[in-house]
């Protein structure tokens, strides 16, 4: 089982940025692609990004286009995503898994490593 790492979340208010960090230390982004979801109390967990492990092409949710940004950092074995313009509906548990691309777009979570999950709240 792969371990994975977040960090970063926390409460900001609306108009506000987080950059929300997941920490592979112990296997090569070159190796596995890593995913960004989310769950807020009540619904289902959703994807919200993804970089690809094959070409470093990535994917975002049509509701954060523009706002979030993926990269990732090789030599720190560390994906990032910045988080711009964050608004109370965006408040949710943010979780990043690794995995085959296959599995990582189709959300197929039994096919996924996951991490801890860290609090993301955007309140006034």
């Known amino acids: 089982q792969l371990h994975l790492v977040e960090s970063g979340g926390g409460l900001v208010q609306p108009g506000g940025s987080l950059r929300l960090s997941c920490l592979t230390s112990?296997?090569?982004?070159?190796?596995?692609?890593i995913g960004w979801f989310r769950q807020a109390p009540g619904k289902e967990r959703e994807g919200v990004s993804y970089?690809?492990?094959?070409?470093?092409?990535?994917w975002y949710a049509d509701w954060v286009k523009g706002r979030f940004t993926i990269s990732r950092d090789k030599a720190k074995n560390t994906v990032y995503m910045q988080m711009n313009s964050l608004q109370p509906e965006d408040t949710a548990v943010y979780y990043c898994?690794?995995?085959?691309?296959?599995?990582?777009?189709?959300?197929?979570?039994?096919?996924?490593?996951w991490g801890q999950g860290t609090q993301v709240t955007v309140s006034s």
């Open positions: 898994a690794a995995g085959p691309l296959w599995a990582v777009k189709a959300g197929r979570s039994l096919s996924l490593d």
């Open positions: 970089i690809s492990h094959t070409d470093g092409s990535t």
């Open positions: 112990e296997f090569s982004l070159d190796y596995y692609t």
